[in-house]
């Protein structure tokens, strides 16, 4: 893989036709060890988040030796390109075979259920083995967080009490998981889940193993800065910590934004100007699908040596296909000079970018290449820095 200093050095050497993906691999490392340093347990990198092999090998290398797969395509991936992983199946609900599958051939020993039906299941497909982490997922509020993850699964608290009961009665290690949502805003996202937990546990009278509080620790966007990633891990230790679990039990979490958000960005290239409106040549059915279907804001930046004079103004995004859909509102604020033929930097697209990325129309992704400079924005820049919310740059 080529490897240059920065976007605008790519950009002007290359002069590229079609979009093109920056990795920063320095990045995905850093925001590795901040979790493996500083979260009081144990991290999942969910992979959903972005598959790309380079990154899982990469976050391997880090000292991330979990993995939340959601599908039988998943675990053959991580396997491929991190042999030695714990693999963690927590997608609630699976098809029998990749139970089977996964457990046999791949070595998988965790999974995750909300109901009685996937809890039988599992033991069917697993032939009665005894050697489970099952971990139940409770329902809990999203409403700290700024996409929703509250309605598709988990188990009303009130039905949790059998729930654990019969899942103690199989499982070698029985666990309590959650999802408060992608890109939770505050710590209290976590603290309030907590107290559902402890509600769960008190009920129902089981000893829990493994306290899991899931994924939506967040990353930074323009309008969404959100506090230091240890107010997020002070927070859930001392929820965790007054929690009636066993002396050995152990937290997990299932980090995926907060992993590789910073590990990708987008250099476009605009093809036309109408008025406010860019047409560039990636769009919702490339890596901008969020920025698209649910109006994510990324950070932008003009790429041209020598930086405009005029002030910035809002503009939105056409992307190349044929769709009407393929409209990105933003606002993106760029110098008001920006005309065809200029390359745009978007940055933040290491989770979710290239995840969602399709084929449409035909238009598809160029090349990768590596970068050394910084991320248009960072949480963990001075890690050993408290302050960290501050280290938002460019936006």
């Known amino acids: 893989m080529s490897k240059h200093h920065s976007a605008l050095g790519l950009a002007n050497a290359l002069r590229p036709v079609q979009p093109v993906t920056l990795t920063r691999p320095h990045a995905a490392q850093r ?198 990633m240890t107010a997020y891990f002070d927070a859930i230790q001392r929820a965790y910590e007054d929690l009636p679990v066993s002396y050995s039990s152990e937290l997990w979490c299932e980090p995926g934004r907060a992993l590789c958000a910073e590990y990708s960005s987008l250099i476009v290239r605009v093809e036309k100007r109408r008025g406010a409106e860019l047409y560039i040549n990636d769009g919702a059915y490339g890596a901008l699908f969020d920025a698209a279907h649910v109006g994510w804001r990324f950070p932008v930046a003009l790429l041209r040596t020598e930086e405009s004079e005029t002030k910035d103004m809002p503009f939105s995004f056409y992307g190349p296909t044929c769709d009407d859909m393929d409209h990105m509102a933003g606002p993106f604020l760029l110098p008001a000079d920006v005309q065809p033929g200029d390359y745009i930097e978007i940055g933040m697209l290491g989770a979710y970018g290239c995840a969602m990325r399709t084929g449409f129309n035909g238009f598809t992704n160029g090349a990768t290449y590596d970068v050394s400079d910084e991320p248009m924005a960072s949480l963990y820049l001075d890690e050993t820095d408290d302050q960290l919310s501050s280290n938002v740059v460019k936006l």
């Open 31 to 228: 925001a590795a060890r901040f979790f493996v340093e500083k979260f009081p347990g144990k991290s999942l990198y969910a992979v959903k988040a972005n598959p790309s092999p380079a990154l899982i090998a990469l976050l391997w290398d880090s000292g991330i030796t979990h993995f939340d797969v959601a599908s039988l395509t998943e675990v053959r991936l991580v396997r491929e390109n991190a042999p030695e992983a714990t693999l963690c199946f927590m997608h609630p609900v699976k098809a029998e075979e990749a139970i089977r599958e996964a457990y046999f051939e791949h070595g998988v020993r965790v999974f995750s259920l909300d109901t009685a039906e996937e809890l039988e299941k599992i033991v069917r497909a697993t032939e009665g083995a005894t050697d489970l982490t099952l971990c139940v997922r409770i329902r809990v509020s999203s409403d700290h967080s700024k996409l929703s993850l509250a309605s598709k699964f988990g188990a009303d608290p009130a039905d949790m009490k059998q729930l654990l009961i019969e899942t103690r009665q199989v499982a070698d290690a029985l666990g309590i998981c959650f999802h408060v949502g992608s890109q939770a805003m505050t710590p209290s996202a976590y603290t309030e889940a907590m107290e559902r937990v402890r509600a769960a546990i008190v009920g129902s009278g089981v000893t829990v193993d493994v306290v899991d509080v899931g994924g939506g620790f967040p990353s930074v966007y323009p309008g969404m800065e959100p506090p230091a």
